[in-house]
Structures are given as C-alpha cells and as structure tokens.
C-alpha cells in the first residue's frame, strides 16, 4: 500500500512536476483520523498537498524562492469537512437535506438514493413518482419500481438520483470501462499562444484573475483554494439559480461574488468581458452546458488566449454517462462506495463515507490542475484544458487501497478539531471555519477577502498592483 507521499509523487508526476520539488514537503500525522474502510484521510492530505506544492512551485517561479509545504493528516481530514464545522455568529448548520432526500428501496430489494435539495430537482422526482414530496409518499410509489428502471426514467425526467451497486456491478458498466483509461486529472494544451507574464505581486497568485462559475462543493473548494494563495476569485452566480447557504458561506471565503444573467445575451456580453482579461476559467456545468452558450474551452481560448480552462463533471467527459447530472452523495452510490462501507460496517444498506470526499478531493485536484497548468503556460505558452470529475476521484480513491478494521476509529471529537478553527468576519457575521491545512513556510495561505451573499460586487475585476 502506497504511503501519502507515495499518493502525493504520483499526483505530482501525472500532473507534469519535478520530482525534486517533492524534496520541499513534509507530510505529518497517521492513518486513519475517521472512520471509514477507505483511506479518506491519506487523500484528503495528498490532494491538499499538491495543490500547496503547485502554489510553492508557482513562487518559486515568480520570486526565484524556494519553500517548505508542511500538511497535516488531521487538519486535511477535518478541512475536507469544512461545511460541518462552520458556525455563524455561534451557530451551527441547519438539517443538510431536504426533507425526502436519501436513502429508499425499490421494489426489487434495491437501494437508490434521491438527490433534493434544489427544489427543481425535488419536484421532478415528485413528477416521475406521481407523488406528493413526504417521505411515506415516496417509499411507497418506489415500491412500483425495479431499482434500475426508475433509475433510467429519473435520469431521463431531470432527476438526480443512484441506484446502489456495488464495484463490481459499477465496473462492469461500459461508462465505468470508459473512465477506466483516464487519469484522476487530465492537462491538455488546446492553443499555442505566447506566455503570459506573471502579475506583480508578493503572493503565489496574487493579480490571477479566476473565474468561478461552480455550486455546492467540489468547484467552489477549488476557488476557495486558489484564493487562499491569493488569487482574484470572481464567483458569478445566476441571480435565479438555486444555492445551498451554508455551502455558499464555506467556500465564498477570499471570493468576490457578483450575478451574471447567462441566459441573456448582454449577460453573455458582460462574461465575455471578463473572461478576456481572466487567467483560469473554472466550471462545473455538465459537458457541453456552457459550448451551447458559446462559453466551450475552445471558445474561452479563442476570446482569452492562453486561457487555463478547468471543466469538473460528475462522472466524467467520457462514455454514456458524460451527460448525467451528479453529487458526490450520488457518485458514491453509484460507483460502490456506499456499498462496500455498509459491508464494512456491518449494516444492511448503504453507508456514507465520513466525509463528502469525492467533492473535497476533487476541488483540490481541481486547484492543483489549474495552477500547475498555469505555471506551465507562464513557460511554454498556449491555452490549457483540465479536467476531472467525481468518478475519476473515486476510482483514485478505490486504487489507494482499504483500511482494514477502519469502522473501529473514532469519530474526530471537538477538542481534536478546535486547533484548525479560526474566528474570521464575514458579510453574514462572525465566521468560526476550518483554516487551510497546507503551511507554506514563506507564503502562508490566507483569505483576504470575507465570504459575502451572492452577487454582493460588480461583475468586474479588481485592478492588480
């Protein structure tokens, strides 16, 4: 079984990095910090790792310095659980879900779980279902369905939901054959143009202009990681298009945030404006979504050259399934996950892992492929593509093998959590929220800008120094 550094040189060399900066990270704490038969928290540190080796090396380039990259294995596992620890103004979450999201069986002794928590989403299950949306109702309408079949229907009436397999159901999908080719993250040069210089600065990223068009999790981590080294995070939002509060509040921290109307053609003006002085474009609409408003990774090169385009899906660029909307909670059904958690917790049924890993790991692979294609356009020129989805986490997560007796850890208690929380303002009051886990000796990451509501700036970008 590999050891965290082991994961982290992996990531490092697939992502096109010296191996002799790997000399520069110490990687402390053992496994495992939660309980689960996965190896949660040797990702979460790997994952976090090479985003804060990617920002040290981006330094190196800009200032000619070298520096340390320290990440602890706890503080990881409790950073990849940011939203459970955020208290505003003293208080903790609401409920996460909505009232009939989760777990329910079908008529052939099947497990599939419902995704609600956007209404739109809530109302066409309740659509597919015939059905009013309380949880009795519901269970009782899926007694009408084998698991399968009302899984294809839901899919094709706008539903996100997942039937329960186990792996090696999922492995012989030919969507899980598919995804089986592609790396955890995929850099692909898509234009030959000239190197940008650096802006000035005296941070890793300081004058990167990152436009962030991602809800919920995975996509908004990455912004909030890139910002953390001390990008222009630009968050733009539909003001129609639903949120989930909490969420928005955990990762807004170091993001400007301003409403963009995409469906209008001055709203498609105004991000056209933007994206033309941007230095990543950072997405999590499903594959083609944005190519139909004229927004494709080749559009964005041809109107931003030397653009870095990062595309996040939930199950990946690639097979029948490119197209399926998806959340970690979902993916992690789908693909065995919660299956062989349950087994090795002794529960009938599914069993969540003890953090929405696939989301977190994948918003910093996310952070660690734009900025490690940035550094490479700074050299050698042309507009970069990267890519990752939920999937291919979860298969690089599945690959780093299992935790024998993993259900016998303890869950992380208070006390354990409190050194990595710090009191920070915000537009919605005082924030108690998880610090960044990765120490940079000479570039500590920090946010320098507080959460705000959505849309609180104008759609336009700060001037750089």
């Known amino acids: 079984m590999q050891s965290p550094s082991e994961i982290l040189a992996d990531l490092w060399t697939l992502a096109g990095g010296e191996i002799s900066a790997l000399d520069a990270v110490a990687l402390t704490g053992e496994e495992p910090q939660l309980p689960s038969s996965f190896r949660v928290a040797a990702a979460a540190q790997a994952s976090i790792a090479a985003a804060g080796l990617a920002a040290a090396q981006i330094w190196k380039l800009r200032s000619g310095q070298s520096q340390d990259v320290t990440v602890d294995m706890r503080h990881a596992a409790v950073e990849c659980r940011s939203e459970r620890y955020l ?19 079908t008529r052939d002794q099947r497990f599939v779980r419902l995704h609600t928590n956007f209404r739109h989403h809530r109302d066409a ?11 009795d109702e519901v269970q009782a309408a899926l007694m009408q369905w084998d698991g399968e079949a009302f899984e294809t229907a839901a899919y094709a009436g706008g539903c996100v939901v997942a039937l329960m397999r186990p792996f ?11 995804l089986a080719a592609l790396p955890p993250i995929l850099i692909e040069k898509i234009g030959d143009d000239a190197p940008k210089p650096w802006p000035a600065g005296d941070r890793p990223l300081e004058g990167v202009r990152v436009l962030d068009l991602s809800r919920v999790i995975a996509g908004p981590v990455a912004g909030r990681t890139l910002a953390a080294h001390g990008a222009d995070v630009l968050l733009i939002s539909g003001p129609d298009l639903p949120a989930i509060p909490w969420l928005t509040i955990d990762t807004g921290r170091g993001k400007l945030t301003s409403f ?120 050698e020129g042309g507009s970069w593509h990267v890519r990752v989805s939920l999937a291919q986490t979860g298969r690089w997560l599945w690959n780093l093998g299992r935790v024998a007796d993993g259900f016998k850890t303890e869950d992380l208690k208070a ?22 886990s990765a120490a940079l000796s000479k570039t500590p990451a920090f946010w320098a800008r507080p959460a705000m509501p959505l849309g609180s700036h104008p759609p336009e970008w700060p001037a750089r120094n």
Not at 128 to 135: D, F, I, Q, T, W
Not at 168 to 178: G, I, Q, R, V
Request: charged share 20%; aromatic share 8%; glycine share 10%.
């Open 87 to 105: 208290r505003v103004d003293g208080k903790p979450p609401p409920p996460a879900w909505d009232a009939i999201a989760g777990i329910y069986k």
């Open 125 to 135: 299950v309740c659509k597919v279902l015939n059905c009013k949306p309380e949880r």
């Open 168 to 178: 090696d159901e999922w492995s012989d999908l030919p969507h899980a054959k598919a």
């Open 260 to 379: 963009v109307e995409l469906k209008s053609d001055q709203g498609r003006g105004v991000l056209r404006d933007l994206l033309a002085s941007a230095d990543i474009f950072s997405q999590g609409y499903r594959p083609r979504a944005l190519a139909s408003l004229g927004f494709s990774a080749e559009d964005a090169a041809r109107i931003s050259p030397g653009i870095v385009y990062v595309s996040l899906s939930a199950y990946g660029h690639a097979g029948p399934w490119a197209e399926r909307r998806g959340f970690d909670s979902l993916v992690q059904t789908a693909t065995g996950f919660n299956h062989a958690e349950g087994q090795a917790a002794g529960v009938e049924g599914p069993k969540e892992l003890p953090a929405q890993m696939l989301d977190h790991a994948t918003g910093y692979l996310m952070a660690f492929g734009a900025m490690m294609a940035k550094a490479r356009q700074s050299c």
């Open 415 to 436: 006390d354990a959590v409190r050194p990595f929380v710090e009191e920070v303002p915000s537009g919605f009051g005082p924030l108690q929220s998880v610090s960044h």
